[in-house]
């Protein structure tokens, strides 16, 4: 999606609606480092709108078809940044 940014790969495809930037989708997340450690993670499928999303969480969802499964790359740039609460 942005060369060395954000990068995508389809775990499972969907079917349906696709998501557009300024929709609020219903999602279920994990937030992992490289590693697999995680660091957050949603118990529950919740709306995120995506307008106040980081972005590239925003930029990763925008094309998604409902049901479909992706797995998100995405640089400190367009996260949290390097430094704060994260590593």
Do not use: C, W
Request: glycine share 14%; charged share 30%.
């Amino acid at each position: 999606l942005e060369e060395g940014k954000v990068q995508y790969k389809v775990e499972k495809k969907g079917e349906g609606a696709k998501v557009e930037s300024n929709f609020s989708p219903l999602v279920r997340y994990v937030e992992k480092y490289l590693d697999g450690t995680i660091f957050g993670q949603s118990r529950e499928a919740e709306i995120l709108s995506l307008e106040g999303a980081i972005p590239g969480f925003s930029k990763g969802l925008v094309g998604m078809q409902e049901g479909e499964k992706r797995t998100l790359y995405i640089h400190p740039e367009l996260a949290y940044g390097t430094k704060g609460i994260l590593p």
